[in-house]
């Protein structure tokens, strides 16, 4: 299972979200990870590098829904780390 932390600006912009966006949050994270298991991310999660921001990438989890996460340093032997940055609206990706 792979392990992850948020920063604080995550945490303040996952609090502005509705609770509709939470959720579907929430889907797009379950894809997320069963993808990370496989080491091949489907299509509809349409993950990419951030232009701007080498080592950051960046994730659709509804119309408008971004999120922005790196990866971390390993905490569990063979397990990916994420670093959750940003989530939000497509404005996040002004300072992923």
Do not use: N
């Not at 609770?19 to 299509?43: K, M, N």
């Not at 509804?62 to 569990?76: C, E, F, K, M």
């Amino acid at each position: 299972m792979p392990t992850y932390e948020a920063t604080p600006r995550f945490t303040a912009d996952h609090h502005r979200l509705t609770p509709e966006q939470r959720r579907r949050f929430r889907q797009a994270v379950s894809a997320f990870v069963d993808d990370l298991r496989t080491g091949r991310f489907r299509a509809g999660l349409r993950v990419k590098g951030v232009q701007c921001a080498q080592g950051v990438f960046e994730l659709t989890w509804d119309g408008d829904g971004r999120a922005t996460w790196s990866y971390g340093p390993p905490i569990v032997p063979g397990e990916r780390h994420i670093v959750w940055r940003r989530v939000g609206t497509h404005d996040i990706l002004a300072g992923p």
